[in-house]
Nanobody, 131 residues
Framework: HVQLVESGGGSVQAGGSLTLSCVAS??????????MAWFRQVPGKEREGVAA???????VYAEFPRGRFTASQDNAKDTLYLQMNSLKPEDTAMYYC????????????????????????WGQGTQVTVS
């Protein structure tokens, strides 16, 4: 199994920054043969992909955070980061860390309801509120 623990959420004013972290442990940890990703969800709406990093370390972004958010990964510590700059009120959401098997990160971001087609491990979520 995979366990994911997020941290770093909070409240910030528009234009501010936050950095989220996700620490993974379990069968994928340290192997590099999995994809890690950030999703976000607003109540009443579908969960949507934000950024994903494949087993090759390549980050892929949804369109809305491009140029503002930066995903990175500490492979040695199996930690995923999401540096969020120039935050907007519409970025307010619950942000979830996710881990999948070795699938293309583009698919994680682009395929609607991707969790219906592949197994996804989820963290508990961390709330980001931008005012």
């Amino acid at each position: 199994h995979v366990q994911l623990v997020e941290s770093g959420g909070g409240s910030v004013q528009a234009g501010g920054s936050l950095t989220l972290s996700c620490v993974a442990s379990g069968i994928y940890a340290g192997r590099g043969a999995y994809c890690m990703a950030w999703f976000r969800q607003v109540p009443g709406k579908e969960r949507e992909g934000v950024a994903a990093i494949g087993s090759d370390g390549r980050p892929v972004y949804a369109e809305f955070p491009r140029g503002r958010f930066t995903a990175s990964q500490d492979n040695a510590k199996d930690t995923l980061y999401l540096q969020m700059n120039s935050l907007k009120p519409e970025d307010t959401a619950m942000y979830y860390c996710a881990a999948t098997g070795d699938v293309p990160p583009e698919d994680i971001i682009a395929v609607p309801k991707v969790w219906e087609t592949i197994d996804v491990y989820w963290g508990q979520g961390t709330q980001v509120t931008v005012s």
